[in-house]
């Protein structure tokens, strides 16, 4: 398969990948807050996200059972029947059934993130990781300004049922494109092996407060993203307005220069294939001194045949 083929598989996962945690980080706080629910209790809802930092727990079952794809696929149709489900219940005062709606549809999207990130490095072979980080970023913050944008301003002009609704066709629609992608070569290791492989991690000095360290360090930001919109939406802001406040012009500018980034990087891993420009040809400094050609060292002149001396001796 070639890396252009391979690009597009790339960046429609990951694009896959953003989609549902744009929902929750951008979409769900607006809605949320046009329903009556306080800012206090949408903050505590960001404990929602708690599979995100928690799945390296249940990585190791991902990794083992099944294929990838299956995988994904299933956390998408999970991801969409749970949203139908937000959309169907009462939002104020939220229930328990909206929490346990709300807790599966970001469970399944942390369980997808696993097998994507797993299916992904599995897809690539070295020397394509740096091409494929560029549009696997640009794809995730792609899917982020239309979680966060677009389908807020739909919803502005049709209403969150039928916002929600698009969402769950996208991601059903996503489910059947990426049961097309490529198998890859998956060989799963028996439990003793890489039970053994995590002990000796663990085991290493500094292991634990590396893992703590990871888990933790952007706890601050992840607590107030949620109360960006709802900030906005209590200005006055419409939903159009709101939908692409500031912060969004400077994730889509991000996207743009993630783009530019991965071309740019893509021409560089291609051009040993390709004729070298002009500046790549140029003498070595201080090979021309006063606009002639400097004479090459005697060492070379000796070496070379005796017509090329005479033709490079002065007149």
């Not at 429609?12 to 744009?22: I, N, Q, S």
């Not at 629609?173 to 991690?201: E, K, M, N, Y």
């Not at 220069?257 to 990087?265: D, E, I, L, Q, Y």
Request: hydrophobic share 50%.
């Amino acid at each position: 398969m070639g890396t252009r083929r391979k690009l597009s598989w790339v960046a429609l996962l990951y694009f896959a990948e953003g989609l549902p945690f744009g929902m929750v980080l951008d979409n769900f706080p607006v809605y949320f807050r046009l329903h009556g629910v306080s800012l206090g209790l949408i903050g505590a809802l960001s404990l929602l996200r708690t599979p995100w930092w928690a799945k390296v727990f249940w990585s190791p079952l991902v990794d083992q059972i099944g294929e990838r794809r299956q995988w994904i696929q299933g956390a998408l149709i999970v991801m969409a029947a749970a949203l139908l489900a937000v959309a169907a219940l009462p939002v104020a005062p939220i229930g328990a059934l909206l929490v346990l709606a709300l807790f599966t549809f970001t469970t399944a999207a942390a369980t997808q993130d696993v097998a994507i990130d797993a299916y992904t490095i599995e897809l690539l072979v070295p020397g394509e990781e740096g091409v494929a980080n560029g549009v696997r970023v640009s794809a995730y913050r792609a899917a982020l300004v239309f979680a966060g944008g677009v389908l807020v301003a739909l919803a502005g002009r049709a209403g969150w049922p039928t916002t929600f609704a698009v969402a769950a066709v996208g991601l059903l629609a996503l489910a059947f494109a990426i049961g097309r992608s490529p198998l890859t070569d998956h060989h799963p290791q028996p439990p003793r092996v890489w039970a053994r492989s995590l002990q000796a991690w663990v085991s290493r000095p500094g292991a634990i407060p590396v893992f703590l360290f990871v888990l933790l360090y952007k706890l601050d930001t992840n607590a107030i993203g949620p109360m960006v919109k709802p900030f906005w939406v209590d200005r006055g802001l419409s939903l159009r307005r709101s939908a692409w406040a500031p912060r969004w012009s400077v994730r889509w500018w991000a996207v743009r220069s993630r783009r530019a980034g991965a071309s740019f990087v893509r021409s560089g891993c291609w051009a040993s294939s390709r004729p070298s420009p002009i500046w790549a040809t140029r003498p070595p400094r201080g090979a021309m001194r006063g606009g002639r050609a400097s004479t090459p060292p005697r060492s070379a002149r000796a070496s070379a045949p005796a017509s090329a001396r005479r033709r490079s001796s002065p007149s």
